[in-house]
């Protein structure tokens, strides 16, 4: 159904989300009719955060907002939806709109799989009605579903619509773009030059498919890299437990400033723990460019700053393949825990594929490998 069709029966005035492939129409919709509008349109940097975004809004208007999100948010909203929307606690009414990744029946990517055979059941666990749109759902159905669900929300209840692939569309076509030049798989190529045979630890989306057909194209072994293909905000974290039990390599951790985003406390703790042998790189384009490339904050807060914040001891900023390659260098023969932001353009190649192993596979050999350093 047309995205706009949907706006009008969910008849809302605020949404706020963090953006999914499954939801491109109406995170373009949201993006070219209200931009990034404190009034009406937040990303949010994580999905419990659109949660208690969504509770103020209703606190202070006693109006309904709308959350949206990709299923494997779905984790990340369990504690507030548990703990503060809840009808047992202070019962705030909230509509959400979830991206149904892995939805049975239909190929997708290995992360997303389990999610989503378990994603109409997190819901209804946490007491939330639910609604599949596909792809055949009728404009008046939705309709229907949505009359239904203003019972619930009277009674300060949540109810969810549940997206399917290609059940939204939206005949504008919205670009993205930054003022940046440098490429995010030229990048990747600089830092598997200097890392050599050191691991490499790497975020989610296109980062890790990029890295793969590097190596692919360098005739060079996977065994070296993590790709972390699901749990957005956490390779850091992930890159953190391997170099504190592995002290005597240095190991890289290629992250996405999204992901950094997500999960900024992460950084907290790497500085805390202070690994001298981590490197850890924030591929900085301002977008969720996997998902579509709607903007983060990631241009509006100085990243090196926060890093230095947080006790990293090196810190970098670059935009620019000769200060990236320096700061690489310096990076690679020190022995200090570094950060690296580096700030590049929005886009990718349009024949990029996807990792030809599994998930398993790649743990396999990589953790085959780290037992011989």
């Known amino acids: 159904m047309e995205v706009e069709k949907f706006i009008d029966i969910l008849d809302s005035d605020f949404y706020t989300g963090v953006p999914d492939s499954r939801l491109k129409a109406l995170c373009n919709y949201l993006i070219n009719t209200y931009g990034v509008d404190p009034q009406h349109h937040i990303i949010a940097a994580n999905e419990g955060n659109c949660v208690a975004i969504a509770a103020g809004y209703h606190l202070s208007t006693g109006k309904v907002a709308t959350v949206y999100l990709q299923n494997s948010g779905e984790g990340n909203i369990i504690n507030p939806v548990a703990s503060l929307l809840n009808d047992k606690v202070y019962a705030i009414p909230m509509i959400f709109v979830v991206g149904w990744r892995g939805q049975p029946g239909i190929k997708d990517e290995p992360q997303h799989i389990y999610q989503g055979q378990i994603t109409v059941k997190l819901l209804e666990d946490m007491g ?127 992250d996405g400033d999204g992901a950094f985003l997500m999960h900024m406390g992460a950084a907290a703790v790497i500085g805390a723990n202070n690994p001298k042998n981590l490197v850890h790189i924030v591929i900085n384009n301002g977008a969720h460019e996997t998902v579509g490339g709607m903007p983060t904050v990631a241009f509006n807060i100085r990243l090196e700053s926060i890093a230095r914040a947080c006790g990293y001891s090196c810190v970098y900023s670059v935009d620019n393949f000769n200060d990236f390659d320096k700061a690489l260098e310096t990076a690679k023969s020190n022995n200090e825990l570094t950060f690296i932001e580096v700030k590049c353009a929005i886009g990718a190649r349009a024949n990029l594929g996807r990792p030809t192993t599994t998930a398993y596979e790649n743990k396999q050999k990589f953790m085959n490998y780290l037992e011989t350093l």
């Open 128 to 254: 939330i009605n639910t609604f599949v749109i596909t792809k055949d759902t009728t404009v008046n159905e939705v309709a229907d579903a949505m009359n239904k669900f203003r019972c619930d929300l009277s009674k300060n209840k949540d109810v969810a619509f549940i997206i399917g692939d290609g059940a939204l569309s939206y005949g504008v076509n919205v670009e993205y773009k930054n003022g940046y030049t440098m490429l995010r798989e030229e990048i990747i190529h600089h830092i598997t030059k200097i890392s050599g045979e050191d691991p490499i630890i790497s975020t989610t989306g296109k980062a890790s498919r990029e890295l793969f057909e590097i190596r692919e194209t360098n005739a060079q072994s996977h065994k070296y890299d993590f790709l972390t293909v699901g749990s957005m905000g956490h390779s850091s974290s992930i890159a953190l437990g391997i170099s504190l039990n592995k002290p005597s390599t240095k190991i890289w951790c290629i």
